[in-house]
């Protein structure tokens, strides 16, 4: 099955930093790439994703890059701010199926 | 419009109960997930229903898990004669059709003592 490796497990930023966190994954089969957010006492919540016909995309302050060749892909937050702080999961999918979801980044940002 | 949502959110069990977790799709949805998140953990799939029909249920650890959902709505996710290893978050997922983006219930965090 799939397995995806997601680092780093913690990041801590200044606000107004950048905070990018990597992702990669093993089935080449894999072609949707969704990145959630999980805030404390909360289910995931889908803040962007990718299909593998795309190499990049970008929603207001938040970008997700894709590389087939290399299987990984990567989630960037600009002018991160206090709200950004949570837990992040990346996640892949083959097909219709089950995502497969890393381990999570926790990203605090500090004020 | 609703979310995903399940009941109960929190449920506390002595060990060898039988529990029963609810989750109620967004209106429409086709799809639904269950996953079990583990403390500190990503979501782990357990299995997936379209309409009424189980297709996969290669993720449910034991024969002590049973999931369903006989109108195509509403699902429950049944463990049988809990062990403390069933302590978890149970996250539900809805999508509108196979292939769509999933949405997230608020998850049920079962505790067995």
């Known amino acids: 099955g799939e397995n995806v490796e997601q680092h780093p497990s913690t990041l801590s930023v200044q606000e107004g930093d950048s905070a990018v966190i990597k992702c990669t994954y093993s089935?080449?089969?894999?072609?949707?790439f969704p990145w959630y957010k999980q805030e404390l006492g909360k289910g995931p919540q889908l803040i962007i994703d990718?299909?593998?016909?795309?190499g990049e995309k970008k929603d207001q302050r938040i970008a997700v890059t894709l590389n087939k060749t290399a299987k990984h892909f990567s989630l960037h937050i600009t002018e991160t701010q206090p709200e950004d702080s949570a837990v992040y999961f990346c996640?892949?999918?083959?097909?219709?199926?089950?995502?497969?979801f890393g381990t999570g980044t926790r990203l605090t940002v500090i004020p | 419009g609703a979310g995903v949502s399940q009941s109960p959110r929190y449920k506390v069990a002595k060990r060898g109960q039988d529990v029963a977790l609810r989750c109620d799709p967004i209106?429409?949805?086709?799809?639904l997930f269950w996953y079990q998140q583990a403390l500190g953990q990503g979501p782990e799939f357990l299995t997936y229903?379209?309409?009424?029909?189980?297709?996969?249920k290669s993720g449910l650890p034991s024969d002590r898990f049973f999931a369903e959902r006989p109108e195509g709505s509403v699902s429950t996710l049944k463990i049988q004669r809990t062990q403390q290893e069933d302590s978890a978050v149970y996250l539900c997922a809805s999508s509108l059709a196979p292939g769509e983006t999933q949405y997230f219930g608020p998850g049920t965090r079962l505790l067995v003592l």
């Open positions: 996640a892949a999918r083959a097909g219709a199926n089950n995502l497969f």
């Open positions: 990718i299909r593998s016909n795309v």
């Open positions: 209106s429409g949805h086709v799809s």
């Open positions: 229903f379209q309409n009424e029909a189980q297709l996969d």
């Open positions: 089935d080449s089969a894999s072609n949707y």
